[in-house]
């Protein structure tokens, strides 16, 4: 399949990154174990609930989880043909039946997935490298997807505290953009999930890794 010249998307290691290395990249430059490992005993996932991952790449937490919890309906949602392709490989070889939807994350996808379905929602290393505006409406999709009492979790770079930490930061930021990370470094993420609903909006942990620390945020969506 051939990526349109000019996707409205920032692809998963930026707009000139090769998406064949993206697994190695994220294992060597974010301490990848630790913030999945994190991102899963949060989740907490049980058989027979519904798990949407918005922005899944190449689905590494979606299959964490379906080899967690094998009675998961497991959804990966992301806009880009090419990473599901491999997403699928990895899905097939770990032996994990996922669900796929090739979508933006705030694309209008009720013919696939109504709102309402879902009884968590995750993502991971997306808000980033997306724009203020579409930062939200992921956000209110996450919302909407969600039944009542359902939780949302957000692991991604966050608030940027330490010198130390910003520098390394610059990393991502000159890849996915100077503009499109400044509000997830200055710790702004947390406003946009109460902006969008959410009760209960906690940051659970921060993982130290060397492009920046990264995040684990928790939301609820509350019961009416
Ligand atoms: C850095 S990768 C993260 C992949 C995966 N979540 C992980 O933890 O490894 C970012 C992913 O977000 C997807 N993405 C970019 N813009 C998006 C949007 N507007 N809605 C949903 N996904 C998006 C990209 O296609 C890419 O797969």
């Given at each position: ?45 049980e058989n027979g609930e519904t ?20 009675g998961v309906r ?151």
């Amino acid at each position: 399949m051939t990526k349109s010249p000019t996707p409205d998307f920032t692809p998963a290691l930026g707009p000139r990154g090769s998406i064949g290395l993206y697994d190695h990249v994220i294992a060597l430059l974010t301490r990848e174990k630790q913030w999945r490992a994190k991102l899963l005993a949060a989740l907490a996932p049980e058989n027979g609930e519904t798990i949407v991952d918005i922005g899944a790449g190449t689905a590494s937490m979606a299959i964490l989880i379906k080899t967690k919890r094998p009675g998961v309906r497991m959804i990966a949602l992301d806009p880009d043909p090419d990473i599901r392709l491999i997403a699928e490989k990895k899905a097939a070889k770990a032996g994990t039946d996922l669900e796929f939807i090739t979508a933006l994350g705030d694309a209008e996808i009720d013919d696939q997935l109504a709102p309402g379905t879902a009884d968590k929602v995750l993502t991971s290393l997306v808000l980033h490298q997306c724009p203020i505006p579409v930062k939200k409406s992921i956000l209110a999709s996450a919302f909407r997807l969600l039944k009542p009492g359902g939780m949302l979790l957000i692991a991604d770079y966050g608030r940027q505290r330490s010198v130390f930490m910003k520098l390394a930061f610059n990393l991502v930021r000159l890849t996915d953009g100077f503009d499109d990370t400044r509000a997830n470094k200055d710790g702004r993420l947390p406003d946009f999930m109460l902006n969008a609903g959410f009760s209960n909006v906690q940051e659970r942990s921060v993982t130290l890794t060397p492009t920046g620390s990264i995040s684990l945020y928790t939301a609820t969506k509350q019961e009416a």
